[in-house]
């Protein structure tokens, strides 16, 4: 697999920046943040953490995607942890596509790179989608 560096230079507000910017519709899920704008989730101390919580997930997703049990278990680890804001099904997919256009604004990204994030992509979301229906959570 390509190695893949998504270290965002200790800030970590920018990837909710990014992600209000570009896919506001996203912002439904972020309750009272709902009309955020980039400016104010730069100031943001809930966004700080919460940006260093999500990369810290996808760095351990990048870290343990050889390891197929593993990887799995935390794709349903991070369901369960969603389950409250009632997430489409389809964005444990979409998000990928989020977070390769934020990274493409820090780093250069080769092809090469941009297949291995849709392969890591893949498998997430298909295990959280078995996941879903496996646990008769709605899917459509
Ligand atoms: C577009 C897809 C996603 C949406 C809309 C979403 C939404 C949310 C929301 C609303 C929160 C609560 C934070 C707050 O309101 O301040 C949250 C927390 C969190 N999300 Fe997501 N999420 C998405 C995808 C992911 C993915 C793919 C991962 C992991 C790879 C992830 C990891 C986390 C983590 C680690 C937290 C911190 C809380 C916890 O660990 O339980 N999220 N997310």
């Known amino acids: 697999m390509a190695k893949i560096n998504i270290d965002?230079?200790?800030?970590?507000?920018?990837?909710?920046e990014y992600m209000f910017t570009n896919f506001p519709e996203l912002r439904v899920y972020f309750k009272g943040a709902e009309n955020f704008t980039a400016a104010d989730v730069?100031?943001?101390e809930r966004f700080?953490?919460?940006?260093?919580?999500?990369?810290?997930?996808?760095?351990?997703?990048?870290?343990?995607?050889?390891?197929?049990?593993?990887?799995?278990?935390?794709?349903?680890e991070t369901v369960n942890r969603?389950?409250?804001?009632?997430l489409d099904p389809l964005l444990w997919k979409a998000f990928f596509t989020v977070f390769v256009g934020y990274l493409g604004?820090?780093?250069?990204?080769?092809?090469?790179?941009?297949?291995a994030w849709t392969s890591i992509g893949k498998v997430f979301a298909e295990e959280?989608?078995?996941?879903?229906?496996?646990?008769?959570?709605?899917i459509s």
């Open 8 to 16: 965002a230079d200790g800030v970590y507000n920018d990837l909710y």
């Open 42 to 44: 730069h100031t943001s």
């Open 48 to 76: 700080r953490k919460q940006g260093e919580h999500i990369l810290l997930a996808i760095r351990i997703l990048v870290n343990v995607f050889d390891d197929e049990i593993t990887l799995k278990s935390y794709a349903r």
């Open 82 to 86: 969603h389950r409250e804001f009632k």
């Open 105 to 115: 604004t820090k780093i250069k990204l080769d092809e090469k790179t941009k297949k």
């Open 128 to 138: 959280c989608w078995r996941y879903l229906k496996e646990s008769d959570f709605s």
